[in-house]
């Protein structure tokens, strides 16, 4: 079935340094891909999004780009803040109604 | 953002009694979901539903039953809780952009 995969964390980065967090997926067809945010003792925020192949989402400074030749969808930012200390999950969706998520990665970022 | 509130925020509970979890939505949107999120697993789907009385199962049903009878209200009901029902819930929504908006989430502790 659909999968995500992202790298384990937890992250540590300091403040204005480059960040990347991998994510793979293995799905059938042409899935839309998802980059979620959860900050401390809320729920998760869709941070940016593609639909189809080569198709860069971005917001906040964050970017991920849909690579279908290598099933992947890495998001980076050029310099994080302490604000960006949160935990990050890869998400597929194929038809909308299953949206499936990898495991998390939690981003500690120091001052 | 669409307005999703979950009920209760926080519950302890024994072993064996029945849990309702409530979700209310104000945005009128066709798609609610209900998650569970635990160390290790992401979020992984429990139940889904698609309109008033329309709902399926999703990866881990097991355990946990739906209901739909307004379009604004989607509830989670555990019929006799375990402890590997010890977990956070979210429930979400699903928007015009096909992202999904999330709920605070209910801590659920069945002791």
């Known amino acids: 079935g659909d999968s995500v995969t992202q790298m384990e964390g937890p992250v540590t980065l300091s403040e204005e340094a480059f960040l990347t967090i991998n994510c793979t997926y293995t799905a059938t067809g042409y899935p839309s891909l998802f980059w979620y945010v959860q900050y401390p003792g809320e729920g998760l925020q869709l941070l940016l999004k593609?639909?189809?192949?080569?198709d860069k989402g971005s917001n906040k400074g964050f970017e991920a780009t849909y690579r279908k030749e290598t099933t992947s969808f890495h998001l980076e930012k050029g310099s994080v803040q302490v604000s960006d200390s949160a935990v990050y999950f890869c998400?597929?969706?194929?038809?909308?109604?299953?949206?499936?998520f990898g495991a998390g990665t939690r981003l500690t970022v120091k001052p | 953002d669409a307005g999703i509130t979950q009920s209760p925020r926080h519950k302890v509970t024994e072993t064996g009694t029945p849990v309702t979890l409530r979700c209310h939505q104000t945005e009128n949107h066709r798609y609610m979901y209900w998650y569970r999120q635990d160390p290790g697993h992401g979020l992984r789907l429990i139940h889904y539903?698609?309109?008033?009385?329309?709902?399926d199962k999703g990866e881990v049903s097991d355990g946990y039953s739906v209901s739909r009878s307004k379009t604004e209200d989607f509830l989670l009901t555990l019929e006799s809780a375990t402890s590997s029902q010890t977990s956070v819930y979210f429930c979400?929504?699903?928007?015009?952009?096909?992202?999904?908006?999330f709920g605070s989430g209910t801590r659920l502790t069945v002791v």
């Open positions: 539903s698609y309109g008033v009385k329309d709902t």
């Open positions: 998400a597929l969706s194929r038809d909308n109604n299953d949206m499936r």
């Open positions: 593609a639909t189809k192949a080569d």
């Open positions: 979400a929504i699903r928007g015009s952009n096909y992202g999904y908006t």
